[in-house]
């Protein structure tokens, strides 16, 4: 009887206290927990050979050096040590059709991804697209030189015209990245050169990318195929304003759209879709489904990437940006509504071209260096206003709001007034923009002149009475271009005031 009593207990401890069914015993568990930790490991050693396989196809070096960079973290790389030192890191990124077009190494996507480290926070970034129909001299090997588009400038290293073998990963970016140091001023550190076939397959890799489309536009002049093909004819492709998802083949459409109505046709608007592109790619390889697709990303890109980037350096990168909120990103456009102006083709060239302003560059070069205000500056949010004194009629206003609302500032155009020599920093601000008004000074060279806000403007009320009433916002600092800048923007010192 106690015998029984005692397996009466034991079953009712179990049945309460037990959840597992009997045949869950310890050795299946083991062998159980064993295969899944197998599988799992297996599936992670499968992503690493893949991914060690699509970065060796990729920079151009073995799997096993591959593997054993990629577990360096990037530590000590180049772009490692540039960001210790916080040094600001240039990056030009050429995007070109590729064998199976015709110029297949016109680089008809150019821009440059400046990167400014900073201390203890997120660093300051730029993307700087620079127009293919910009008409430059391109110097060549053997002190030989020529006039042409800056997009043939990489085609031209490509044709071994450069002071690299045709042969060499570097031979596009060795004519390609001087000139664009010459024309901005600043240092190019490193470059990739992508075909846009494998930007296509980058896209579907990742299942497509979501972009929302400010503007609608149809453009009727897209080719329809390459001349080399024999098809040199025309196709009408169309945008809806608003949210999209697209595939490869449609995002390369609306990047390299240029005939678009609605605005969508200038060069302006063209680097600004090139760059929105760009940042919809990386928000999507960022997500949860785009890392599980990273070999296939990198393997699609392959062959068909040129970059003197090592795999440390590439992750180095990742590392310094992966942080940077995409708001705060620099969106710059250098085009005929500031630093270039077109020739008047069919009226007055043969054909479509953009020239500086400023031949001697020196303008641009001031505002490439320049391109990062401090975040002291810009924190204020002060509202900048331009006012065109220079009695040239150009539009002086205008154009300088644009560009410096591309650096961070909230700008106004504010017209003309009376001519005047002198360029001018106003401070209206009472005090609360005083490193707005500081760094645009410096910038324009000049000192600030500081003036009281100013005086509410006296409105009706409903009732009749008079009410003090702030006026509305016209610039918190304001700008007077003086004509002397203007003769320094066109590039015209001989003109007199």
């Given amino acids: 009887m106690a015998t029984m009593s005692r397996s009466a207990s034991r079953r009712k401890r179990r049945s309460r206290y037990n959840v597992f069914p009997r045949w869950v015993t310890r050795k299946r568990v083991i062998l159980s927990v064993t295969l899944m930790l197998s599988l799992a490991l297996a599936s992670a050693v499968v992503y690493g050979v893949r991914l060690s396989f699509a970065l060796a196809k990729t920079f151009h070096t073995s799997p096993i050096s591959a593997a054993l960079n990629a577990l360096g973290g990037g530590g000590g790389s180049a772009i490692d040590k540039e960001r210790r030192s916080l040094q600001r890191i240039n990056i030009v990124l050429y995007g070109y059709g590729g064998v199976q077009h015709a110029g297949g190494d016109l680089t008809d996507s150019i821009m440059v991804v400046s990167i400014q480290p900073v201390a203890n926070h997120p660093p300051q970034v730029a993307e700087i697209s620079i127009p293919r129909d910009w008409y430059v001299r391109i110097p060549l090997k053997n002190g030989q030189a020529t006039d042409q588009r800056i997009n043939f400038a990489y085609a031209a290293g490509m044709l071994g015209e450069g002071p690299e073998p045709a042969s060499s990963v570097d031979a596009g970016a060795a004519v390609a990245d ?42 009727n002049q897209y080719p329809a195929g390459e001349c080399s093909q024999g098809n040199c004819g025309y196709e009408t492709v169309h945008f809806n304003a608003g949210v999209q998802h697209m595939n490869g083949a449609t995002a390369l459409i609306y990047a390299r759209s240029r005939h678009g109505n609605n605005g969508q046709g200038s060069d302006f608007a063209r680097s600004r879709r090139q760059q929105q592109v760009i940042v919809a790619l990386k928000a999507q390889l960022e997500s949860i489904g785009g890392i599980g697709q990273l070999p296939d990303v990198i393997s699609a890109l392959g062959d068909n990437v040129l970059t003197n980037l090592t795999i440390s350096d590439a992750e180095s990168l990742y590392g310094l940006v992966q942080g940077v909120n995409p708001a705060t990103i620099e969106h710059v456009s250098i085009d005929d509504t500031n630093f270039l102006y077109d020739c008047g083709y069919p009226s007055r060239c043969g054909g479509y071209y953009l020239y500086a302003h400023d031949s001697s560059f020196k303008t641009l070069s001031h505002y490439v ?41 909230h700008t106004i155009n504010g017209g003309k007034g009376t001519k005047q020599a002198v360029t001018q920093v106003i401070d209206q601000s009472g005090g609360a923009d005083t490193a707005a008004a500081a760094w645009l000074a410096a910038y324009f060279g000049v000192s600030v002149i500081t003036q009281p806000p100013p005086a509410p403007v006296p409105t009706a009320t409903g009732t009749g009475v008079p009410s003090a009433t702030p006026a509305p916002t016209v610039g918190d600092v304001i700008v007077v271009l003086g004509s002397n800048e203007e003769q320094a923007f066109l590039g015209d010192p001989g003109i007199g005031n």
């Avoid at 001087?178 to 890799?205: R, S, T």
């Avoid at 006012?387 to 961070?408: F, K, L, P, Q, T």
């Fill in 369 to 409: 260096q320049d391109i990062f205000p401090p975040a002291a500056a810009l924190a204020e949010g002060a509202h900048v206003r331009f006012v065109d004194e220079s009695g040239r009629g150009n539009d002086a206003s205008g154009r300088w709001a644009g560009i410096m609302s591309m650096v961070g500032f």
């Fill in 178 to 219: 001087p000139l664009i140091e010459h024309l901005l001023g600043v240092g190019i550190n490193y470059f990739v050169g992508v075909n846009f076939d494998a930007f296509k397959q980058a896209v579907n890799a990742v299942g497509g990318i979501n972009i929302d489309v400010p503007t609608g536009f149809t453009d």
